[in-house]
T-cell receptor
C-alpha cells in the first residue's frame, strides 16, 4: 500500500522567512496530493492541493510543487506569519481509490 | 451550509466500558472517513465508507473497534471494552464523492479512558 513520509517533523522559522515541507510517496498510482493545516486544538483544514497533471500550483503565499518522477511533493510558504504556526499534513491519494494516506505531519513554528 | 458535526465533543469513560461516537457528514457527501489522532501525533486512518460499497476497514486497530453508516448519512464508531491507549481525538471527515475530493473534517471527539 501507499506510504507517505514527511520532513522535517518540526520546523522553526523567523517571521518573514520562507518554510518548505517535503513529502515523498511510494505508490506511483497516486494522483492527488492535498495539504492540510491543523491549528492547535482545531480540525485539519485543506489549504492547497495539486493533481498529477500539474507540476506547480500557487495560492497567494502558499505553493505546492510535484515531481511525479521522483515521487515527491513540497509545500512552500513565503513571508511566513505567526498565524502560519500549525501542524501541516500532506497526503497522497489515488482518485477513486479507497483511502487517503496522510504523512506524519510537520509542526511549523513561526517566531516573531 | 452546515459542516461535519460530531458528538459528543468530549467523552470520559472508565476502562472496560463501551463508547459510541457519532458523525454527521455534510449532506450529500457520499464518502465518510474516521481517523484517530493521539496527542501530538498524526492522523491514523480507521475506516472509510463510500456510498453503498463495502467499507474499507483496513485501519481498524482491533476487533474492539467497529463502525456503521446508514446509507449516506450518520455514522457511528463504537469502541468496546475501552483501554487507556484508546484515549485520543477521533476525527470524522466527509467528501462529496470519492477519495479524490477535499475532505471536510468535523471538530472531533476527545476520548479519555481512565
Amino acid at each position: 500500500g501507499e506510504n507517505v513520509e514527511q520532513h522535517p517533523s518540526t520546523l522553526s522559522v523567523q517571521e518573514g522567512d520562507s518554510a518548505v515541507i517535503k513529502c515523498t510517496y511510494s505508490d506511483s498510482a497516486s494522483n492527488y496530493f492535498p495539504w492540510y493545516k491543523q491549528e492547535l486544538g482545531k480540525r485539519p483544514q485543506l489549504i492547497i492541493d495539486i493533481r498529477s497533471n500539474v507540476g506547480e500550483k500557487k495560492d497567494q503565499r502558499i505553493a505546492v510543487t510535484l515531481n511525479k518522477t521522483a515521487k515527491h511533493f513540497s509545500l512552500h510558504i513565503t513571508e511566513t506569519q505567526p498565524e502560519d504556526s500549525a501542524v501541516y499534513f500532506c497526503a497522497a491519494v489515488i482518485i477513486y481509490g479507497q483511502n487517503f494516506v496522510f504523512g506524519p505531519g510537520t509542526r511549523l513554528s513561526v517566531l516573531p | 451550509g452546515a459542516g461535519v458535526s460530531q458528538s459528543p465533543s468530549n467523552k470520559v469513560t472508565e476502562k472496560g466500558k463501551d463508547v459510541e461516537l457519532r458523525c454527521d457528514p455534510i449532506s450529500g457527501h457520499t464518502a465518510l472517513y474516521w481517523y484517530r489522532q493521539r496527542l501530538g501525533q498524526g492522523l491514523e486512518f480507521l475506516i472509510y465508507f463510500q456510498g453503498n460499497s463495502a467499507p474499507d476497514k483496513s485501519g481498524l486497530p482491533s476487533d474492539r473497534f467497529s463502525a456503521e453508516r446508514t446509507g449516506e448519512s450518520v455514522s457511528t464508531l463504537t469502541i468496546q471494552r475501552t483501554q487507556q491507549e484508546d484515549s485520543a481525538v477521533y476525527l470524522c471527515a466527509s467528501s462529496p464523492r470519492t477519495s479524490g475530493e477535499t475532505q471536510y473534517f468535523g471538530p472531533g471527539t476527545r476520548l479519555l479512558v481512565l
